[in-house]
């Protein structure tokens, strides 16, 4: 079949890496694409919420299988869109309509749904301008630290939490008068800081049906020992030590099934992935957030650990017989450490040339920021450059094959942290 991925980062490398494995696959078409997608299918130079265009390119190269990789155009409807063509309806496609998306495109949505289902979440309360003094009350008198969210998506920077009352009220003002985020925080949620450790756990869905894919745990912060400023995520290490079977059983029956559930009994057909952010309190898992689609740089660590046909499971997912899927995780383990433009996430340059990819051979590098120049050569493109994955017996191994392979790899100002999955090899010992 022929098959397209929309997106440009690690996340659609890691997807066409994988797709490009299956014998399903007779030709892959991804949009629009990076250096790295470029060695594995077609890259097609379409915007992923241009969906006239995404449409007439389907049609035209009689795509069977479209894998929506980036959130924005699940929330903007691109399921409701093909599903309303009647030359589209037919072709399967992974990811949820525009009113499963809000799960992500709308905290207070997601929050509520929660609430709705009884799925354990923090304690949280809306506010938007015309309750601002309410909401001035409630930020005074809440127990610190405190988590403020913009209820929109705000490119992975709305979510601040507040160690002060005096901090959270400037905070909320800033996002509700000042629309520090735009739109996207326009309705604040306020939510209490939950404390533990933070791990995501990936469900595929055909809305009846799922599977439980590896979890993961990621790196948010730029700074050695997590400080720093906040970023799409600097690294993954899959699996989760302290996710065992145990805790996994109570994610399976206090999170998954209510959530899967619950969207059945709204009405939400919901075929695609589920990520969901948990944190562990005590041997307890609460939900911290809702994604609707895979996560950057987890899904590097994740898809390497499948050892399934992913076409299977992806046909299976958006035709409804994913039940009928065999499903297979290797019991190695998988690191992702992220490569980045110097300056990131804050401002960083362009255009540098990259060296040494070719020299990589115990790694995986997965292209995310990056190009070709006039002269053929692999230049940065972005903020998150690169994502080296590793994989092993162990996490240590794991993490020492994607270490190596990044001591071949440079470019002017390029920067990694060096203590991805230490925390979890002290657990470990």
């Not at 660590?301 to 299977?312: A, C, F, G, M, T």
Request: net charge negative; aromatic share 8%.
């Amino acid at each position: 079949m022929n098959i397209l991925v929309l997106g440009s980062g690690g996340r659609e490398h890691a997807f066409a890496w994988k797709i490009s494995q299956s014998p399903r696959c007779n030709k892959l078409y991804i949009a629009p694409g990076n250096a790295g997608t470029a060695q594995l299918g077609e890259n097609v130079n379409i915007k992923v919420t241009d969906f006239d265009t995404i449409g007439s390119f389907v049609k035209e190269n009689q795509v069977s299988l479209v894998v929506v990789g980036p959130e924005d155009p699940l929330v903007l409807g691109i399921r409701d869109y093909f599903e309303s063509d009647a030359s589209l309806k037919e072709v399967l496609l992974v990811g949820p309509n525009a009113k499963g998306a809000q799960l992500e495109g709308s905290k207070d949505f997601s929050k509520q749904f929660m609430h709705r289902h009884k799925i354990p979440t923090a304690r949280s309360k809306t506010f938007t301008i015309n309750s601002l003094e309410e909401g001035m009350n409630y930020v005074s008198s809440h127990p610190t630290p405190i988590v403020l969210k913009a209820d929109g998506l705000a490119a992975g920077k709305g979510v601040i939490i507040s160690e002060t009352n005096a901090h959270a009220r400037e905070t909320l003002k800033e996002m509700l008068v000042d629309a520090k985020f735009g739109e996207a925080s326009s309705r604040v949620v306020v939510e209490q800081f939950l404390s533990g450790i933070e791990l995501s756990v990936f469900v595929l869905s055909d809305g009846t049906d799922y599977k439980i894919l590896p979890s993961a745990k990621d790196y948010k912060r730029i700074g050695e020992k997590d400080t720093g400023l906040n970023t799409g995520g600097m690294g993954s290490v899959s699996p989760v030590p302290f996710a065992d079977a145990a805790f996994l059983a109570k994610v399976e029956e206090r999170i998954i099934k209510p959530s899967i559930n619950g969207l059945k009994s709204e009405g939400i057909d919901y075929k695609g992935f589920l990520f969901i952010g948990l944190m562990n309190m005590g041997g307890d898992p609460y939900v911290i957030e809702y994604n609707v689609r895979m996560g950057d740089p987890e899904t590097q660590s994740v898809l390497s650990r499948i050892d399934s046909d992913l076409v299977e499971l992806l046909e299976g997912c958006g035709a409804g017989t994913l039940n009928t899927k065999n499903f297979e995780v290797s019991s190695k383990a998988a690191t992702t450490v992220v490569m980045v433009a110097g300056g990131y996430p804050g401002n960083y340059e362009k255009g540098k040339v990259i060296y040494g990819i070719e020299a990589v051979n115990e790694a995986i590098v997965f292209h995310a920021g990056t190009h070709h120049n006039e002269t053929g050569e692999v230049i940065t493109n972005g903020g998150r450059v690169l994502a080296v994955t590793g994989m092993g017996e162990t996490v240590e191994k794991a993490l020492e094959n994607a270490y190596n392979g990044i001591e071949k790899i440079s470019w002017q100002d390029e920067y990694h942290r060096t203590d991805i999955g230490q925390d979890i090899l002290r657990l470990i010992k």
